[in-house]
């Protein structure tokens, strides 16, 4: 069992930061895969971000790319998403997840993963 909490969320303006951070409970969490989803009111959810646990190789959703980051702190059982230049089009539920065994080609997929997170509302004003 994984229990994921998120936190940073807020209300930022157009081109700002936040930094959201996962923390898991669980003594085997460095065993799992974690992605970063959101969803907007409306949409489906959306794949933000992963690391793969086969390389520690990370990769994002076309719409970050190059403006979001992955971290990872194991020490703390917490992984962070920095998140820079931020567009009124990022807004949304911001969720952090959790899954054993996942293929690279699966990361994206939020059916891979079989833990989440209670979500952390991200509000980009124009």
């Known amino acids: 069992q994984v229990q994921l909490v998120e936190s940073g969320g807020g209300l930022v303006q157009a081109g700002g930061s936040l930094r959201l951070s996962c923390a898991a409970s669980?003594?085997?969490?460095?065993?799992?895969?974690i992605g970063w989803f959101r969803q907007a009111p409306g949409k489906d959810r959306e794949f933000v971000a992963s690391i793969a646990k086969s390389d520690g190789s990370s990769f994002y959703g076309d719409a970050v790319r190059g403006r979001f980051t992955f971290s990872t702190d194991n020490a703390k059982n917490t992984v962070y998403l920095q998140m820079n230049r931020l567009r009124p089009e990022d807004t949304g539920v911001y969720y952090c997840a959790a899954g054993l065994f996942i293929g690279w080609g699966a990361l994206s997929r939020p059916t891979s993963y079989n833990y989440w997170g209670q979500g952390t509302q991200v509000t980009v004003s124009s």
């Open positions: 669980g003594r085997t969490f460095s065993r799992y895969s």
